[in-house]
Protein backbone atom coordinates (compact mmCIF):
# COMPACT_ATOMS: atom_id res chain seq x y z
CA UNK A 1 0.00 0.00 0.00
CA UNK A 2 1.35 3.94 -1.28
CA UNK A 3 1.84 5.33 2.01
CA UNK A 4 0.37 8.90 2.70
CA UNK A 5 1.05 9.47 6.20
CA UNK A 6 1.75 12.65 7.20
CA UNK A 7 0.13 16.78 6.58
CA UNK A 8 -0.39 17.02 2.87
CA UNK A 9 -1.25 20.30 1.49
CA UNK A 10 -4.65 20.83 -0.42
CA UNK A 11 -3.06 23.64 -2.44
CA UNK A 12 -4.55 26.72 -3.50
CA UNK A 13 -4.07 28.17 -6.84
CA UNK A 14 -2.28 31.90 -6.61
CA UNK A 15 -4.19 33.82 -9.17
CA UNK A 16 -3.09 37.59 -10.96
CA UNK A 17 -4.97 39.25 -12.99
CA UNK A 18 -7.31 36.25 -13.26
CA UNK A 19 -4.34 34.27 -14.64
CA UNK A 20 -2.58 31.79 -12.45
CA UNK A 21 0.48 33.45 -10.81
CA UNK A 22 3.24 30.35 -11.02
CA UNK A 23 5.92 32.50 -9.73
CA UNK A 24 3.80 33.19 -6.24
CA UNK A 25 2.97 29.03 -6.78
CA UNK A 26 6.80 28.19 -6.66
CA UNK A 27 7.30 30.62 -3.87
CA UNK A 28 4.55 29.05 -1.66
CA UNK A 29 5.61 25.17 -2.30
CA UNK A 30 9.07 25.91 -1.46
CA UNK A 31 8.12 27.39 1.53
CA UNK A 32 6.03 24.69 2.46
CA UNK A 33 8.31 22.38 2.05
CA UNK A 34 10.91 23.64 4.45
CA UNK A 35 8.40 23.01 6.74
CA UNK A 36 8.11 19.87 6.49
CA UNK A 37 4.76 18.76 5.09
CA UNK A 38 4.30 15.12 3.29
CA UNK A 39 3.46 16.37 -0.25
CA UNK A 40 0.13 18.28 -2.24
CA UNK A 41 -2.75 17.52 -3.30
CA UNK A 42 -3.11 19.77 -6.95
CA UNK A 43 -6.29 21.04 -8.04
CA UNK A 44 -8.74 19.81 -5.70
CA UNK A 45 -11.74 22.10 -3.85
CA UNK A 46 -9.20 24.38 -2.32
CA UNK A 47 -7.22 24.99 -5.59
CA UNK A 48 -10.37 25.85 -7.12
CA UNK A 49 -10.41 23.28 -9.57
CA UNK A 50 -14.13 24.12 -10.62
CA UNK A 51 -13.27 27.08 -11.95
CA UNK A 52 -9.77 26.52 -13.80
CA UNK A 53 -10.22 25.30 -17.89
CA UNK A 54 -8.51 21.54 -18.08
CA UNK A 55 -5.68 23.12 -19.39
CA UNK A 56 -5.33 25.25 -16.26
CA UNK A 57 -5.29 22.54 -13.83
CA UNK A 58 -2.70 20.47 -15.87
CA UNK A 59 -0.44 23.38 -15.83
CA UNK A 60 -0.56 23.44 -12.56
CA UNK A 61 0.13 20.46 -11.99
CA UNK A 62 3.46 20.32 -14.40
CA UNK A 63 4.79 23.48 -12.71
CA UNK A 64 4.01 21.85 -8.87
CA UNK A 65 5.99 18.48 -10.80
CA UNK A 66 8.85 20.67 -11.70
CA UNK A 67 9.48 21.37 -8.29
CA UNK A 68 8.54 18.50 -6.01
CA UNK A 69 9.04 14.53 -6.50
CA UNK A 70 6.07 13.34 -8.17
CA UNK A 71 5.59 11.06 -5.47
CA UNK A 72 4.48 14.22 -2.94
CA UNK A 73 1.92 15.48 -5.96
CA UNK A 74 -1.65 14.18 -5.60
CA UNK A 75 -3.65 15.23 -8.13
CA UNK A 76 -7.40 16.26 -8.02
CA UNK A 77 -9.80 14.34 -10.70
CA UNK A 78 -13.49 15.14 -10.44
CA UNK A 79 -16.74 15.10 -12.39
CA UNK A 80 -20.14 13.27 -13.05
CA UNK A 81 -19.56 12.14 -16.91
CA UNK A 82 -17.85 9.61 -16.60
CA UNK A 83 -16.27 9.35 -19.88
CA UNK A 84 -15.01 12.36 -19.04
CA UNK A 85 -13.59 11.70 -16.05
CA UNK A 86 -11.53 9.01 -17.09
CA UNK A 87 -10.14 10.69 -20.47
CA UNK A 88 -9.29 13.54 -18.33
CA UNK A 89 -7.53 10.82 -16.03
CA UNK A 90 -5.84 9.62 -18.74
CA UNK A 91 -4.68 12.89 -19.44
CA UNK A 92 -2.82 13.28 -15.93
CA UNK A 93 -1.54 9.80 -15.93
CA UNK A 94 0.30 10.66 -18.59
CA UNK A 95 2.78 12.75 -15.88
CA UNK A 96 4.61 10.22 -12.88
CA UNK A 97 2.67 11.38 -10.20
CA UNK A 98 1.94 9.66 -6.57
CA UNK A 99 -2.00 9.55 -6.60
CA UNK A 100 -5.40 10.74 -7.53
CA UNK A 101 -7.76 12.44 -5.00
CA UNK A 102 -11.45 11.28 -6.36
CA UNK A 103 -15.03 12.92 -4.84
CA UNK A 104 -17.86 10.89 -5.63
CA UNK A 105 -20.30 12.19 -8.75
CA UNK A 106 -21.65 15.74 -7.84
CA UNK A 107 -24.90 17.15 -8.38
CA UNK A 108 -26.78 13.67 -10.31
CA UNK A 109 -26.73 11.80 -6.27
CA UNK A 110 -26.50 8.74 -7.81
CA UNK A 111 -27.22 5.14 -6.00
CA UNK A 112 -24.75 3.98 -3.37
CA UNK A 113 -24.27 0.97 -6.63
CA UNK A 114 -23.77 4.24 -9.14
CA UNK A 115 -21.40 5.67 -6.38
CA UNK A 116 -19.64 2.07 -5.84
CA UNK A 117 -19.67 1.23 -9.74
CA UNK A 118 -18.20 4.80 -10.38
CA UNK A 119 -15.03 4.32 -7.95
CA UNK A 120 -14.55 0.43 -9.33
CA UNK A 121 -14.73 2.20 -12.83
CA UNK A 122 -12.02 4.90 -12.02
CA UNK A 123 -9.45 2.71 -9.64
CA UNK A 124 -9.79 -0.26 -12.73
CA UNK A 125 -8.43 2.51 -15.12
CA UNK A 126 -5.84 4.24 -12.69
CA UNK A 127 -2.14 3.61 -13.08
CA UNK A 128 -1.49 5.23 -9.06
CA UNK A 129 -3.24 5.27 -6.17
CA UNK A 130 -6.21 6.73 -5.58
CA UNK A 131 -7.85 8.30 -2.61
CA UNK A 132 -11.72 8.79 -2.06
CA UNK A 133 -12.52 11.70 -0.93
CA UNK A 134 -15.44 11.36 1.22
CA UNK A 135 -17.06 15.02 1.22
CA UNK A 136 -21.37 14.84 1.31
CA UNK A 137 -21.83 18.31 1.71
CA UNK A 138 -20.57 19.59 -1.50
CA UNK A 139 -21.21 16.09 -3.70
CA UNK A 140 -24.71 16.42 -2.62
CA UNK A 141 -24.64 12.69 -1.69
CA UNK A 142 -23.54 10.57 0.82
CA UNK A 143 -21.42 7.44 0.62
CA UNK A 144 -22.48 5.23 2.94
CA UNK A 145 -20.58 3.43 5.75
CA UNK A 146 -20.58 0.08 3.89
CA UNK A 147 -20.00 1.12 0.53
CA UNK A 148 -17.15 2.52 1.44
CA UNK A 149 -15.87 -0.08 2.87
CA UNK A 150 -16.74 -2.10 0.17
CA UNK A 151 -14.71 0.93 -2.49
CA UNK A 152 -11.68 0.79 -0.33
CA UNK A 153 -11.23 -3.24 -0.78
CA UNK A 154 -10.19 -2.51 -4.25
CA UNK A 155 -6.36 -3.13 -4.66
CA UNK A 156 -5.47 0.63 -6.43
CA UNK A 157 -7.71 2.68 -3.68
CA UNK A 158 -5.08 3.51 -0.69
CA UNK A 159 -6.51 6.01 1.35
CA UNK A 160 -9.98 8.42 2.05
CA UNK A 161 -9.93 12.11 2.87
CA UNK A 162 -12.48 11.95 5.64
CA UNK A 163 -14.58 14.59 5.22
CA UNK A 164 -18.17 12.51 6.58
CA UNK A 165 -18.52 13.78 9.98
CA UNK A 166 -18.99 10.47 11.05
CA UNK A 167 -16.93 9.32 13.34
CA UNK A 168 -18.14 6.21 13.59
CA UNK A 169 -17.50 5.86 10.02
CA UNK A 170 -14.12 6.96 10.54
CA UNK A 171 -13.10 4.68 13.26
CA UNK A 172 -14.44 1.74 11.32
CA UNK A 173 -12.05 2.42 8.53
CA UNK A 174 -8.96 2.85 10.62
CA UNK A 175 -10.05 -0.53 12.50
CA UNK A 176 -10.44 -2.50 8.63
CA UNK A 177 -7.22 -1.04 8.12
CA UNK A 178 -7.52 -1.34 3.87
CA UNK A 179 -7.03 2.56 3.31
CA UNK A 180 -4.93 5.09 5.29
CA UNK A 181 -7.80 7.51 6.72
CA UNK A 182 -6.52 11.02 6.66
CA UNK A 183 -8.62 14.13 7.99
CA UNK A 184 -9.90 16.28 5.69
CA UNK A 185 -11.58 18.73 7.99
CA UNK A 186 -9.05 19.80 9.76
CA UNK A 187 -10.33 20.60 13.35
CA UNK A 188 -10.13 16.80 13.42
CA UNK A 189 -6.76 16.49 12.55
CA UNK A 190 -5.87 15.79 16.23
CA UNK A 191 -8.86 13.11 16.70
CA UNK A 192 -7.82 10.93 14.09
CA UNK A 193 -4.19 10.96 14.94
CA UNK A 194 -5.39 9.70 18.07
CA UNK A 195 -7.77 7.34 16.38
CA UNK A 196 -4.52 5.76 14.17
CA UNK A 197 -5.21 7.67 11.22
CA UNK A 198 -2.48 8.83 9.00
CA UNK A 199 -2.72 12.51 9.00
CA UNK A 200 -4.95 14.88 7.40
CA UNK A 201 -4.82 16.74 3.52
CA UNK A 202 -5.24 20.26 5.27
CA UNK A 203 -5.93 23.78 3.02
CA UNK A 204 -5.28 25.29 7.02
CA UNK A 205 -2.04 23.97 7.26
CA UNK A 206 -0.90 26.50 4.07
CA UNK A 207 -0.12 29.28 7.54
CA UNK A 208 2.07 27.41 10.33
CA UNK A 209 2.29 23.51 8.38
CA UNK A 210 5.43 23.16 10.74
CA UNK A 211 3.31 23.46 13.71
CA UNK A 212 0.88 20.73 11.95
CA UNK A 213 3.99 19.07 11.18
CA UNK A 214 5.16 18.95 14.67
CA UNK A 215 1.80 17.70 16.21
CA UNK A 216 1.70 14.64 14.20
CA UNK A 217 5.41 13.68 15.37
CA UNK A 218 4.43 14.53 18.68
CA UNK A 219 1.78 11.68 18.46
CA UNK A 220 3.78 9.65 16.69
CA UNK A 221 6.31 9.92 19.69
CA UNK A 222 3.98 9.48 22.22
CA UNK A 223 4.02 12.79 23.50
CA UNK A 224 -0.04 13.64 23.91
CA UNK A 225 0.03 16.25 25.97
CA UNK A 226 2.48 18.41 23.77
CA UNK A 227 0.53 17.44 20.68
CA UNK A 228 -3.08 18.40 22.50
CA UNK A 229 -1.32 21.75 22.81
CA UNK A 230 0.05 22.09 19.26
CA UNK A 231 -3.74 21.20 17.96
CA UNK A 232 -4.96 23.97 21.07
CA UNK A 233 -2.96 26.75 19.42
CA UNK A 234 -3.65 26.18 16.07
CA UNK A 235 -7.43 25.70 16.93
CA UNK A 236 -8.17 29.75 16.50
CA UNK A 237 -6.41 29.60 13.19
CA UNK A 238 -8.26 26.45 12.04
CA UNK A 239 -11.47 28.09 12.80
CA UNK A 240 -10.71 31.32 11.13
CA UNK A 241 -9.67 30.07 8.10
CA UNK A 242 -13.57 28.69 6.67
CA UNK A 243 -15.01 31.60 8.64
CA UNK A 244 -15.92 32.28 4.79
CA UNK A 245 -16.16 29.77 2.07
CA UNK A 246 -12.73 28.24 1.09
CA UNK A 247 -10.04 29.63 -0.06
CA UNK A 248 -10.99 33.23 0.36
CA UNK A 249 -9.28 33.47 4.03
CA UNK A 250 -6.52 31.31 3.52
CA UNK A 251 -5.56 33.63 0.48
CA UNK A 252 -6.04 36.18 2.43
CA UNK A 253 -3.44 34.94 4.85
CA UNK A 254 -1.39 34.16 2.54
CA UNK A 255 -1.41 37.67 1.23
CA UNK A 256 -0.42 39.36 4.80
CA UNK A 257 2.28 36.79 5.02
CA UNK A 258 3.60 38.42 1.21
CA UNK A 259 3.56 35.21 -0.24
CA UNK A 260 0.65 36.02 -2.69
CA UNK A 261 -2.34 38.22 -3.92
CA UNK A 262 -5.82 37.20 -2.15
CA UNK A 263 -7.36 37.15 -5.62
CA UNK A 264 -10.11 34.07 -6.45
CA UNK A 265 -11.93 33.43 -9.35
CA UNK A 266 -15.42 34.54 -9.73
CA UNK A 267 -18.32 33.61 -8.68
CA UNK A 268 -15.89 33.25 -5.48
CA UNK A 269 -15.14 36.41 -3.62
CA UNK A 270 -12.40 37.82 -1.51
CA UNK A 271 -12.75 37.59 2.26
CA UNK A 272 -14.50 40.72 3.63
CA UNK A 273 -12.49 43.27 5.44
CA UNK A 274 -14.58 42.23 8.74
CA UNK A 275 -13.00 38.65 8.61
CA UNK A 276 -9.73 40.16 7.48
CA UNK A 277 -9.47 42.82 10.63
CA UNK A 278 -10.18 39.32 12.67
CA UNK A 279 -7.42 37.77 10.64
CA UNK A 280 -4.90 39.92 11.85
CA UNK A 281 -5.21 39.23 15.12
CA UNK A 282 -5.47 35.32 15.03
CA UNK A 283 -2.03 35.07 12.45
CA UNK A 284 -0.41 37.82 15.06
CA UNK A 285 -0.84 34.68 17.92
CA UNK A 286 0.50 31.86 15.46
CA UNK A 287 3.60 33.74 14.60
CA UNK A 288 2.56 34.41 11.54
Not at 79 to 88: M, P, Q, T
Not at 94 to 111: E, M, N, T
Request: charged share 20%; aromatic share 6%.
Amino acid sequence: MSNFRGIWIALVTPLRANEIDFAALEKLVKKLLEEGVAGFVVCGTTGEAAALSKAEQLAVLDAVLAWVEPGRVVMGLSGYNLREVLAFQAEILRRDIGGLLVPAPCYIRPSQAGIEAFFTRVADAASVPVIVYDIPYRTGVRIERETLRRIVRHPRIAAVKDCSGDSETTMALIQDGHAQVLAGEDVQIFNNLCLGGSGAISASAHVRADLYVRMLRQVDNGDWIAARGTFYQLLPWMKMAFAEPNPAVIKAALQVEGLMTDELREPMQACTDTTRGKLQSVLASLGA
